[in-house]
């Protein structure tokens, strides 16, 4: 074998082999779906968490709407705007939740034994998440 044979052999070997890469390429797509497989609830636990927490924030905006007005308001959208005694009380975009819908309030407060109003909304699954937990 001479020297020109082994550079020549050697420089047909300069790239991957079409097996290698599909190899390369399946590994790559099985990590993947593992990893959203595991990844994929945590972000749904989140956006339930960010529902429950602004939530609260929207019951912090009622309270202070009552220390103002003496009582609660009957429309969510009394919040946002500003008025003789104060306000606004909460951005907009504090009223809609992690799906893009609008929370519910019941100035009743059964949740919280007629102390506070509850505020609530529907997650995707039909779970009501609210300022006090599960409904």
């Known amino acids: 074998m001479t020297l020109h044979t082994k550079l020549a052999r050697h420089a047909n070997r300069r790239a991957f082999t079409l ?6 390429v399946a590994i790559i797509v099985i990590l993947a779906g593992v990893g959203t497989f595991y990844i994929l609830p ?8 960010t529902a429950k927490i ?3 924030e929207v019951a912090k905006a009622l309270k202070t709407y009552y220390t103002n007005h003496g009582e609660f308001p009957t429309s969510l959208d ?3 705007n500003k008025d003789a005694v ?3 009380y909460i951005a907009p975009d504090g009223l809609v939740d992690s799906w893009g819908k609008q929370y519910q309030i019941d100035v009743s407060g059964p949740n919280h034994n007629g102390a506070e109003p509850d505020v ?3 997650g ?5 998440l609210g300022n006090w937990g599960q409904r």
Do not use: R, S, W
Not at 19 to 24: A, F
Not at 42 to 49: E, I, R
């Open 19 to 24: 097996m290698e890469m599909l190899i390369v």
């Open 42 to 49: 945590q972000f749904n636990k989140a956006k339930k968490d």
């Open 54 to 56: 602004k939530a609260h």
């Open 78 to 80: 009394a919040l946002v």
């Open 86 to 88: 104060g306000g606004p």
């Open 120 to 122: 609530y909304t529907t």
């Open 124 to 128: 995707p699954d039909g779970e009501i």
